[in-house]
């Protein structure tokens, strides 16, 4: 069994920053891809970042320049860094992980339960 485990959300003010982590565990041979992703209400989910297992990332431009993602392979661990956050980046963020449970398996999708993030004065 994987789980994938945000920590980290919660209310800030307009610049404020925040960073999210999220922790994978369970019978877990080897990790892929991690990413965050948000939906906030009415609207669909967008990827907010994403980190490969080599370091290469990319970014939504909604949120390139305030955003940092970063992974500690080590740990199991992906992190988003927020920082100069707006109202409009209020959302329910999610992480998301591609899972190899054994050595001659394939990859799986696995997804946290996501953290609130509200962004208010």
């Known amino acids: 069994q994987v789980q994938l485990v945000e920590s980290g959300g919660g209310l800030v003010q307009p610049g404020g920053s925040l960073r999210l982590s999220c922790a994978a565990s369970?019978?877990?041979?080897?990790?892929?891809?991690m990413a965050w992703y948000r939906q906030a209400p009415g609207k669909e989910r967008e990827l907010v970042a994403r980190?490969?297992?080599?370091?290469?990332?990319i970014y939504a431009d909604s949120v390139k320049g305030r955003f940092t993602i970063s992974r500690d392979n080590a740990k199991k661990t992906v992190y988003v860094q927020m920082n100069s956050l707006k109202p409009e980046d209020t959302a329910v963020y999610s992480c998301y992980a591609l899972i190899r449970g054994g050595s001659s398996g394939g990859y799986t999708n696995y997804w946290g339960q996501g953290t609130q993030v509200t962004v208010s004065s």
């Open positions: 369970g019978s877990i041979f080897s990790i892929g891809t």
């Open positions: 980190c490969t297992t080599v370091g290469s990332t």
